[in-house]
């Protein structure tokens, strides 16, 4: 089970506090979520507990069976694989909408926040990068105006995080990863948008080979966590 620190306080909270751990992979994947033991871990009625695991199963990141209760979403190479196939087409097919709504001002704000970023990248740890990834799409996809594709976005990208926190634990340069996210905001800004899908789909390619030692690097430190 989940391990938190502190009590939680409200509905927002709770349901904060829940999504979070379905992100981090905090519950065993696969298991079941015993709704008694995380009320009691987080300090509240199982009501709240029980509401934020159903809105999280409207969000894919928890499972619910008929007659057998809520679930740990899986962490397999296929569930894997098919998220950054929908990670990198979602975003990519959103690039030409980028380019016909956003204004100068909006992408020069972001750009100047990617640039601090680039300049101090080297020193953000992972789980803090993996954010700062999340953000940066986050931004991207509000620059559509559309806010059913902010949604969509939101989804997938909670969904990839725990992946992608994994992932950037190898980058030895973190500020060129940053200054791929600069590249991508210029490219915008230029008008170039041949060159910016280009920039845009390497960065946001997740190959077969690094999901999968991703993946087995990201499934030995949870089981590893679950055995202390």
């Given at each position: ?7 939680v306080?409200?509905?927002t909270?709770?349901f904060?506090a829940?999504?979070e751990?379905?992100?981090?992979f ?11 033991e ?16 159903n809105?999280l ?20 190479l ?5 998220l ?11 690039l ?15 750009l100047a ?8 990248g ?36 909670a969904?990839?995080r ?15 990863y ?16 041949v060159e910016a899908?280009?920039?845009?789909a ?7 080979s690094?999901?999968?030692?991703a ?5 030995g ?8």
């Open positions: 089970m989940a391990q938190v620190t502190g009590t306080s409200s509905t909270d709770v904060s829940v999504r751990m379905a992100i981090e905090r519950f065993m994947p696969g298991a079941k979520i015993n709704e008694t995380l009320a009691e871990e987080l300090g509240v009625s199982r009501t709240p507990v029980r509401e934020a695991l809105r199963v409207t969000e894919d990141l928890i499972d619910f069976r008929k007659n057998y209760g809520f679930f740990c979403r899986t962490l397999d296929e569930d894997v694989l098919h950054a196939e929908a990670y990198k087409t979602f975003h990519l097919s959103i030409p909408i980028v380019f016909a709504r956003a204004g100068k001002a909006e992408v020069e704000a972001l926040s990617t640039q601090q970023m680039a300049a101090h080297n020193d953000m740890p992972p789980c803090e990068m993996a954010r700062a990834d999340q953000a940066f799409l986050h931004d991207i996809t509000m620059l559509t105006k559309n806010p059913v594709m902010v949604q969509i976005n939101g989804s997938i990208s969904r990839i725990f992946l992608r926190k994994v992932m950037l634990e190898g980058y030895v340069c973190k500020r060129a940053f200054r791929n996210q600069q590249s991508v905001l210029e490219l915008i800004l230029a008008g170039d948008e899908t280009k920039v845009f390497d960065y946001l390619t997740i190959d077969a690094e999901a999968e030692k993946l087995a690097r990201g499934l430190r949870i089981y590893l966590k679950a055995a202390h």
